[in-house]
């Protein structure tokens, strides 16, 4: 638990709701990552949170769950698919601890969509690839 006694919502402006990003390339950094259970208790995924690094949405957050342990060996297949997808776009081929994978820029291609039922929408990472020799961190992203 944290103590709150001293802060006052009052006195501060909250930030309004964000919306989700355009689709589009964006160049990002995982900068966490971690093991959570399913909500079904019968697995687990890992979480990664990536960080936009430039251009108009940087700093904006997205996340990848890879359902790394579940019953579904389908699932599981696609999950290390994109696990080594990610490897392949970081360059690295082999890793003991998922922070290694931390802080090592690379490209995602990102979907707006929209929720069935609700009407809102969310983003969804489906590509993962290498930053090309011309691409650098301080060239504006372009969305497409």
């Known amino acids: 638990m944290a103590d709150l006694r001293s802060f006052n919502a009052n006195q501060i402006t909250p930030t309004d709701m964000l919306e989700t990003v355009p689709s589009g390339n964006y160049v990002v950094e995982i900068i966490d990552s971690e093991y959570k259970p399913t909500k079904a208790g019968s697995g687990s995924y890992l979480q990664f949170t990536l960080q ?69 929408s969310r983003n969804t990472v489906v590509g993962f690839r290498r930053l090309s020799a011309s691409e650098r961190l301080d060239d504006p992203v372009v969305v497409s």
């Open 52 to 120: 936009i690094a430039d251009g108009p949405c940087r700093d904006r957050l997205l996340w990848v769950r890879l359902n790394l342990k579940n019953l579904s060996p389908t699932i599981v297949r696609l999950a290390e698919q994109q696990l080594a997808a990610i490897y392949r776009a970081v360059d690295v081929s082999q890793v003991t601890d998922s922070s290694e994978l931390h802080h090592r820029p690379f490209s995602v291609r990102v979907l707006k969509q929209s929720v069935r039922h609700s009407g809102e």
